[in-house]
């Protein structure tokens, strides 16, 4: 018999679209989870937007202040899909509530909340989860494989794109509904937090700790008028970010982020080069892994044989990760599908007692890279990120 699993969904954005519909189709694509989700209430501050949105996609009912929200008997997951600044404090409100937390990334606004948002599920012991959802492609799920099955070897260099144009032109307000992620106060950072954050998560969890990093941003528009004051204000976010990076297995790393890559509007890419072979991946290709492989596995030979060369993997096959949940070989799953599957990796996580990762800890772990990354930019020199 499935249990009711009844969601409170704070946010009604892009990311409340994404898990609105990933709580409708887990059950369905994964029928042998215990849990199913209810979609009990709907939570924004705009009453009649909320109402409009929970109608479209069939909430019971609204919520215009989160903390009623929170307060609810009737529920037993609260999801924070809204921006940065506010998920600390409903997080940890959540979890004294004794709630079940599903927080978007990046976790918190800086390290001292992350901890403290960290701190207060773990006193509760109540199940806690991220939304980096990106592990959850199946063939960034499938390099996680190959590196565990030991076929890349001693690692040398991890390499991360994540490119955007979106905020090119000068006349882009900051802040407001729309534009908060340009306004320092509601995003905490630019594309630090945003994302090299899932840059950052993936290559923790493919490549092991980052144990230092020397970075440099860049905001290159000074001043943009805010959408809520219509006063010109100083921009306080990194408009762009590369760093290098150290990790504890020897390896080192680059990784380059901006918004103003014209006509990159999603270029989110890894690499990953070892002894033995080397991973690629492109989100705007996702259901391609390209691996080259240096020792034969037939053999188990060090050689590299005249038939050697990058290999295209289409991670559509029942044996590669999630896709028996899916469709017949050779058909693909997109972007929304990541949720479901990370939904489904969180459900079951709870019901095995062997939670999913990322929990709150490990995005704590993301938070320090980022904060260390930002701390370098500010100070011109290599910071220790206390990991590894
Ligand atoms: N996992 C991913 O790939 C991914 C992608 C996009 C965004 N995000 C993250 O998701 C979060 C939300 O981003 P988004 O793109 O959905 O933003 P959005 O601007 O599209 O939506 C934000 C929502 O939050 C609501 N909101 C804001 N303040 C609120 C408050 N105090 N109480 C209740 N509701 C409030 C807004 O009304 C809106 O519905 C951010 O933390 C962002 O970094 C993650």
Same mark, same amino acid.
Request: charged content about 25%; glycine content about 8%.
């Given at each position: 018999?499935?249990?009711?699993?009844?969601?409170?969904?704070?946010?009604?954005?892009?990311?409340?679209?994404?898990?609105?519909?990933?709580?409708?189709?887990?059950?369905?694509?994964?029928?042998? *989870?215990?849990?199913?989700? %209810?979609? =009990? &209430?709907?939570?924004?501050?705009?009453?009649?937007?909320?109402?409009?949105?929970? +109608? @479209?996609?069939?909430?019971?009912?609204?919520?215009?202040?989160?903390?009623?929200?929170?307060?609810?008997?009737?529920?037993?997951?609260?999801?924070?899909?809204?921006?940065?600044?506010?998920?600390?404090?409903?997080?940890?409100?959540?979890?004294?509530?004794?709630?079940?937390?599903?927080?978007?990334?990046?976790?918190?606004?800086?390290?001292?909340?992350?901890?403290?948002?960290?701190?207060?599920?773990?006193?509760?012991?109540?199940?806690?989860?991220?939304?980096?959802?990106?592990?959850?492609?199946?063939?960034?799920?499938?390099?996680?494989?190959?590196?565990?099955?030991?076929?890349?070897?001693?690692?040398?260099?991890?390499?991360?794109?994540?490119?955007?144009?979106?905020?090119?032109?000068?006349?882009?307000?900051?802040?407001?509904?729309? *534009?908060?992620?340009?306004? %320092?106060? =509601? &995003?905490?950072?630019?594309?630090?937090?945003?994302?090299?954050?899932?840059?950052? +998560? @993936?290559?923790?969890?493919?490549?092991?700790?980052?144990?230092?990093?020397?970075?440099?941003?860049?905001?290159?528009?000074?001043?943009?008028?805010?959408?809520?004051?219509?006063?010109?204000?100083?921009?306080?976010?990194?408009?762009?970010?590369?760093?290098?990076?150290?990790?504890?297995?020897?390896?080192?790393?680059?990784?380059?982020?901006?918004?103003?890559?014209?006509?990159?509007?999603?270029?989110?890419?890894?690499?990953?080069?070892?002894?033995?072979?080397?991973?690629?991946?492109?989100?705007?290709?996702?259901?391609?892994?390209?691996?080259?492989?240096?020792?034969?596995?037939?053999?188990?030979?060090?050689?590299?044989?005249?038939?050697?060369?990058?290999?295209?993997?289409?991670?559509?096959?029942?044996?590669?990760?999630?896709?028996?949940?899916?469709?017949?070989?050779?058909?693909?799953?997109?972007?929304?599908?990541?949720?479901?599957?990370?939904?489904?990796?969180?459900?079951?996580?709870?019901?095995?007692?062997?939670?999913?990762?990322?929990?709150?800890?490990?995005?704590?772990?993301?938070?320090?890279?980022?904060?260390?990354?930002?701390?370098?930019?500010?100070?011109?020199?290599?910071?220790?990120?206390?990991?590894?």
């Amino acid at each position: 018999m499935a249990k009711p699993l009844r969601v409170g969904m704070i946010g009604y954005g892009f990311m409340g679209k994404a898990h609105s519909n990933a709580y409708q189709k887990v059950g369905r694509f994964f029928p042998e *989870l215990e849990h199913r989700p %209810v979609l =009990a &209430a709907l939570c924004a501050r705009n009453q009649e937007k909320a109402q409009a949105f929970a +109608d @479209t996609w069939g909430y019971e009912s609204v919520e215009t202040d989160w903390r009623a929200l929170i307060a609810r008997d009737d529920i037993d997951l609260i999801d924070i899909g809204t921006p940065n600044n506010t998920h600390a404090e409903i997080a940890i409100a959540a979890a004294e509530a004794g709630k079940w937390v599903a927080c978007e990334k990046p976790l918190a606004m800086n390290v001292e909340e992350a901890e403290r948002m960290t701190a207060a599920v773990e006193k509760a012991g109540v199940p806690n989860f991220v939304w980096f959802n990106y592990r959850r492609v199946p063939a960034i799920s499938l390099a996680r494989q190959v590196v565990e099955e030991g076929r890349i070897g001693k690692p040398f260099h991890y390499r991360a794109t994540y490119l955007q144009d979106w905020t090119i032109a000068e006349d882009v307000p900051q802040g407001g509904a729309t *534009l908060w992620r340009l306004d %320092v106060d =509601a &995003a905490g950072s630019g594309v630090t937090g945003d994302l090299l954050a899932h840059s950052i +998560d @993936t290559a923790l969890w493919l490549n092991g700790p980052i144990t230092s990093v020397v970075a440099s941003t860049e905001t290159f528009v000074k001043e943009r008028v805010h959408q809520e004051t219509g006063q010109v204000q100083p921009v306080g976010i990194d408009d762009a970010c590369m760093f290098l990076a150290r990790f504890a297995n020897g390896s080192m790393g680059t990784f380059e982020s901006t918004r103003y890559a014209r006509g990159r509007k999603n270029f989110n890419t890894l690499e990953l080069n070892g002894a033995d072979g080397s991973l690629a991946f492109d989100l705007e290709d996702p259901q391609y892994l390209d691996f080259y492989e240096y020792t034969r596995t037939d053999t188990g030979s060090k050689v590299e044989d005249h038939l050697a060369g990058w290999r295209r993997v289409h991670v559509t096959n029942f044996e590669h990760p999630y896709m028996d949940h899916w469709w017949v070989p050779g058909c693909t799953i997109g972007y929304e599908h990541t949720f479901i599957n990370a939904l489904a990796d969180f459900l079951k996580g709870v019901e095995t007692g062997s939670p999913a990762e990322p929990g709150f800890r490990a995005a704590l772990e993301t938070q320090r890279v980022c904060d260390a990354v930002l701390q370098s930019a500010r100070e011109g020199r290599w910071v220790e990120t206390g990991l590894g």
